[in-house]
């Protein structure tokens, strides 16, 4: 018998063939659709899953000490390990990773010196490798234990050493004093898997820090550090968090009193400092906190979009399965009548439709996995991701889902329709009748509408998600950002970099040269302030060094007060604020705004040493971060003021402003990098040249969004595809439906024209519901994503009524088809049948 | 006896008023019979048809079927007393276009579960009586309409009934043909079978025994 519905089956998709291709071609993208976000989902919720003791490892995070206490940070203070070591006994190991940012190493390899600019360096604990299960190719996890030891990825030590064995050989670092440390390797790791949240080249012991770490001031509130603990199987961890809270006000009283001359009271201002435990496989993808040192972390955002994206696909194109298949069921209702006359009962009716129905899914289902494998090269590219399908194939769980998958599918968009077709008495469907008494019209319209709600929903957002990033990209961020190249590593060519600067002066190319401590969009150093002679309230201001060039190359405007003039030598303490600096520090309030009440106040740093600072000017708000945020307040330093900590230390970069007359063209534009290259190889070739341009890095603060949007579009426009694949059925099945009524009108002297419209005016009203339904839930999801940023485009009328036009466009050359011919056809043949 | 329908009535309302479209019919049918049915257009032959093959309802009468009152049985004990004792022959053949004559004749098999050798047997048994072995493997397009009217009777009987309705089952044909279909009823009849048709043809009735006239859903 099942040979028999298969046969049928088979010979009836042959025979139908526009409503097969129609029907398997949907229903395959949906899948596909369905399948690559189903990857894409379980590899973003499956990160660091590999660690064999994956359920057992939380990371410790505290609030962020320095600016929101409200906000959960990822990174601790060295001491937070050592008391849990002491008051937790439940944690079976803690231990911390370092993050002391970029660092330059050397190698010297068969007479052949390499120099990298290390991004992914780390200081790892010796019981690092206790905690997470990274193998080790070379070495064992011993090698952490001894100062200046360090492990490498496979991938690096070829890097360095080519093929030899990099087991004893030697690196230079240098440090922050610029002195050249040597470090042996000890160890070689395989490549850090992908779906790690830990991403690393390099790990030096973290032993080779322990003087730093042993200052007493550092302890809790050096927060460079991440701490992760293996707790003992079966730890109450309800109990254990609760415990671990009596830690901080035990603790970390010294560290307050020591470095800001303040109780632990004082510091926190009534904040609990919190210990919080985060699961290990949680990390990734955890909102809060939302940032750490040592790796990429997720979107959930995007994951919650796309699974829902992926779940509206399949529905979607399952509705455009069942729609089709109970539209076909005219066309079949006489092979129901013959089967029933013959002896069918109604469950084996149900059986042969719902049978057929699972072999359509099963082979939409296997052209969507090759579909998919084909995509996925491309997918990867857009989405930067790693996705992966052939692996999972294998794997027994994955095949079981895609069973499980086919026949849910198969009984939910079968069922329907066979309840449908079966339903039918013999006699109507024998004579032909079902096809004027066919009742599924408005369950069928319904389908369309929310196929169309859904699709016009998602082209209105994928409308805005463009506008928003578009509106981004053009915002005036109050400096010219565009024509600056920027060079990196200046620091390692020591503080007094006068030479470098007159040669990059003295090139025609570039029209102003500055240097800086830091460039915008990636300003983060703050400090704490206070002013005097204003509210004595400690507040956190955002700083960065520059020298006065610096400031006239970015263009910012002053509104009181001046620049830096380099003749006057007192100049290098005093500081520049911004105006939002001087609203926090109280000198002005939004409403009487008036950037001369702060020139020659005086600023003072909060944090132990009190050196206080005159205000000299104040600079239009100017946007030195992305501008998905509102402008934090800054305070300018002068790039020689040497009262401030971080004298001497810290990354530096010299910018400089194109000269569009001289760099017209992409061969101009590297013949000036190539120069300045030169430039600083001669000064010292041991410092790796790095360069970026400014406009740039301010686009890819929005990258994910890009991200976003790509996949977005993708997305949109599968969804429109399978939306008027459906519509083109159901405009196909219409016609057949209504040729004898149209027959009849043309007979009565109706136009081909007047056809056409009468036809068409159906689906219209269709789309005008959906429009209607869509637009208030696409204002919905546009405005709720919109407050993501501090910078909204407004959501303009004129976006919906755009949607709406292609959506109206797109239905009427759908249907077009269906109609002209519909119309146009010889109403003989059609009246002739009865 | 084989069935008797007694003071069968059949009516649809429309406009608040019973229009009749079976008023009374009296019919008994012995095994053996070939009865035709005759009457112009709308006269209900086709409906009575429809109420003897329990097809189609009706609303006040007794019809009882080799002793059981199919009246007050339910449906589904209704369709399996027509299932296992009717074959139907329609005017426009109703074979299903996607199955070749042998899987045609087999489908009714196939839903009273008959083994596989079984169905075969049989199947070649129905070919071979027919001489349409050489064409057991074609799609009902590819025959003639006689050919596959042919097919049509092969299927309503295959499962040995012990009545076949026939529709205007010449309907379609044109004279030959018809005659040729004629003559297998006939055939049929001669071996048992007990076979009811309706007709517009006056030639057609001259194989059958007996002749029923209707109009306006009464018998004349």
């Not at chain 1, 499956?46 to 962020?64: L, M, S, W």
Request: aromatic share 12%; with cysteine; glycine share 6%.
């Amino acid at each position: 018998m099942i040979r028999n519905y298969i046969k049928m089956a088979w010979r009836t998709a042959i025979r139908q063939k526009q409503f097969t291709i129609l029907n398997i071609l949907g229903l395959s993208i949906g899948i596909a659709t369905c399948f690559m976000i189903g990857l894409y989902v379980y590899s973003e919720m499956t990160y660091d899953a590999f660690h064999e003791k994956a359920d057992r490892i939380y990371r410790v995070n505290q609030p962020n000490i320095w600016r929101n206490w409200d906000n959960l940070a990822s990174n601790t203070g060295p001491n937070v390990a050592i008391a849990l070591r002491n008051d937790a006994p439940e944690f079976e190991e803690v231990t911390r990773l370092l993050s002391i940012g970029n660092q330059i190493v050397r190698s010297e390899h068969n007479n052949e010196i390499s120099i990298y600019n290390e991004q992914q360096y780390f200081a790892a604990e010796e019981n690092f490798f206790k905690v997470f299960s990274f193998e080790f190719l070379q070495g064992s996890p011993a090698a952490m234990a001894e100062p200046m030891s360090l492990v490498m990825t496979k991938r690096t030590a070829n890097r360095y050493f080519g093929e030899d064995n990099p087991i004893g050989k030697t690196i230079d670092v240098k440090d922050w004093e610029g002195v050249w440390q040597t470090y042996t390797v000890r160890g070689v790791l395989e490549d850090v898997p992908y779906k790690s949240h830990l991403q690393f080249d390099m790990l030096v012991s973290l032993s080779s820090f322990s003087d730093q770490m042993q200052r007493d001031g550092w302890k809790w509130i050096w927060t460079a550090f991440s701490t992760y603990g293996l707790v003992k199987e079966g730890t109450d961890m309800k109990a254990l968090t609760n415990k671990i809270q009596s830690i901080p006000p035990k603790w970390a009283p010294p560290t307050t009193e020591r470095i800001f001359n303040q109780s632990f009271e004082e510091f926190t201002n009534g904040h609990p400092w919190t210990l919080d435990l985060q699961p290990l496989k949680e990390i990734y993808l955890s909102e809060s906190p939302d940032f750490h040192f040592f790796g990429p972390t997720g979107n959930p955002l995007f994951v919650t979009i796309f699974g829902a994206i992926g779940i509206l696909v399949l529905v979607l194109s399952s509705i455009n399965f069942m729609n089709l298949s109970t539209a076909r069921s005219s066309k079949r209702a006489k092979e129901i009548g013959v089967r029933k006359v013959l002896g069918s009962k109604r469950k084996a009716l149900i059986k042969q439709f719902v049978i057929e129905s699972t072999i359509f899914v099963l082979v939409s289902t296997f052209l969507a996995l090759i579909l998919v494998q084909l995509s996925l090269k491309t997918f990867n590219t857009i989405a930067e991701v790693q996705l992966q399908l052939l692996p999972n194939l294998g794997r027994p769980v994955f095949l079981g889902i895609i069973v499980l998958f086919v026949l849910i599918l198969g009984i939910a968009s079968g069922s329907y329709p066979a309840f449908y077709l079966s339903m039918f008495q013999p006699v109507e469907t024998l004579k032909g009748k079902i096809s004027n008494r066919f009742r599924g019209k408005g369950v069928r319209n319904g389908l369309v509408v929310f196929q169309f709600t859904i699709s016009i929903a998602l082209v209105i957002c994928t409308l805005f998600v463009q506008k928003q990033l578009a509106y981004t990209s053009s915002l005036d961020i109050g400096f010219k950002k565009d024509n600056i190249l920027q060079i990196h590593n200046i620091e390692q060519i020591g503080f007094d970099t006068q030479i470098l600067k007159e040669k990059l002066e003295s090139s025609p190319a570039f029209s102003k040269v500055g240097k800086s401590f830091g460039l915008p969009p990636n300003i983060w150093s703050g400090d704490r302030y206070k002013a005097k002679n204003g509210k004595n309230e400690v507040v956190q201001l955002r700083n960065v060094r520059t020298e006065e060039d610096y400031l006239d190359l970015l263009g910012v405007e002053f509104v009181a007060g001046r620049n830096f003039d380099p003749s006057r030598s007192n100049d290098k303490y005093k500081v520049i604020l911004n105006e939002e600096a001087v609203k926090l520090l109280g000198w002005a309030t939004e409403e009487t705004f008036e950037a001369n009440s702060s020139i020659g106040k005086i600023v003072a740093l909060a944090s132990g040493d009190e050196d206080e600072f005159e205000v000299i000017g104040v600079v239009k708000n100017f946007n030195f971060n992305s501008v998905r945020q509102k402008i934090w307040p800054l305070v300018i330093i002068h790039h020689q003021n040497d009262k401030v900590w971080d004298y001497g230390a810290g990354l530096s970069f010299y910018s400089m402003r194109l000269n569009p007359e001289i760099v017209k063209s992409k061969v101009d534009l590297q013949k000036v990098i190539n120069d300045v290259k030169t430039d600083i190889a001669q000064i010292d070739p041991s410092i790796p040249f790095e360069y970026s341009f400014m406009d740039q890095e301010f686009e890819n603060t929005f990258v994910a969004e890009h991200q976003m949007g790509n996949v977005l579009n993708i997305f949109t426009i599968l969804a429109l595809i399978i939306a008027c694949l459906g519509l083109f059925g159901l405009a196909a099945f219409t016609a057949e439906q209504r040729v004898k009524e149209l027959g009849i009108r043309k007979v009565l002297g109706a136009k081909v024209s007047e056809l056409a419209l009468l036809f068409s005016s159906e689906f219209a009203k269709l789309i005008v519901v959906s429009v209607f339904l869509a637009t208030p839930i696409a204002y919905f999801l546009v405005d709720d994503w919109l407050t993501n940023f501090a910078y909204r485009t407004p959501i303009d009328f004129w976006v919906f009524v755009i949607a709406a036009l292609c959506a109206f466009l797109i239905t009427m050359v759908t249907v077009s088809f269906q109609t002209i011919r519909a119309a146009s056809a010889n109403p003989v043949d059609s009246l002739r049948m009865e | 006896m084989l069935l008797q329908l007694n003071n069968i009535s059949k009516w649809i309302q429309s406009g608040g008023q019973k229009v009749f479209l079976l008023k009374d019919i009296d019919l008994w049918v012995h095994e053996g019979d070939f009865i035709s049915i005759m009457g112009p257009s709308g006269s209900g032959k086709t409906t009575l048809l429809n109420v003897i093959g329990m097809l189609d309802d009706f609303n006040q009468g007794e019809y009882t079927f080799l002793d059981q009152s199919v009246h007050t049985l339910k449906e589904k004990h209704r369709s399996n007393l027509y299932k296992q004792y009717i074959g139907f022959v329609f005017q426009s053949y109703h074979l299903i276009d996607e199955l070749t004559v042998k899987e045609n004749l087999e489908m009714p098999l196939l839903y009273k579960k008959h083994g596989g050798s079984e169905r075969k047997a049989l199947v070649a048994d129905m070919l071979d009586r027919f001489n349409i072995v050489g064409k057991k493997d074609l799609f009902p397009s590819q025959l003639s309409g006689g050919q596959q009217q042919l097919v049509g009777i092969a299927r309503a009987l295959i499962a040995n009934p012990k009545l076949i309705l026939a529709d205007e089952p010449t309907g379609n044909l044109n004279s030959k043909q018809g005659e040729e279909i004629m003559e297998i009823f006939k055939e049929l009849n001669n071996e048992g079978v007990t076979i009811i048709q309706v007709t517009h043809s006056e030639k057609n009735t001259s194989y059958g025994s007996r002749i029923i006239n209707l109009l306006d859903g009464e018998v004349v």
